[in-house]
Nanobody, 115 residues
Framework: QVQLVESGGGLVQAGGSLRLSCAASGSISSGNLMHWYRQAPGKQREWVASIGNGGGATYTDSVKGRFTLSRDNAKNTVYLQMSSLKSEDTAVYYC?????????WGQGTQVTVSS
């Protein structure tokens, strides 16, 4: 079993920055992938970014150039640095880990961007 704990959400003004963290614990394989998704009110959950052990990150187009995903493999923790935030970034952000062929989700953290 794997547990994920997210933190760092909050209220920020448009143009501001936030950093989300997601710490994984439990039975984690070395070749894992960690991801961020988000779900805005009334919308489906959407993929935001992913990163593997090697550190290469991929992003959805709407956050490219504004969000940076990094990880600390020793701590099994990923960090989503969000800059130039827009009102449309308002959502609950969820962390997911893919390990051993299974997916595990965190509980989510709210990000609210005021315009």
């Amino acid at each position: 079993q794997v547990q994920l704990v997210e933190s760092g959400g909050g209220l920020v003004q448009a143009g501001g920055s936030l950093r989300l963290s997601c710490a994984a614990s439990g039975s984690i394989s070395s070749g894992n992938l960690m991801h961020w998704y988000r779900q805005a009110p009334g919308k489906q959950r959407e993929w935001v970014a992913s990163i593997g052990n090697g550190g290469g990150a991929t992003y959805t187009d709407s956050v490219k150039g504004r969000f940076t995903l990094s990880r600390d493999n020793a701590k099994n923790t990923v960090y989503l640095q969000m800059s130039s935030l827009k009102s449309e970034d308002t959502a609950v952000y969820y962390c997911k880990i893919t390990t051993g062929g299974r997916n595990f989700w965190g509980q989510g953290t709210q990000v609210t961007v005021s315009s």
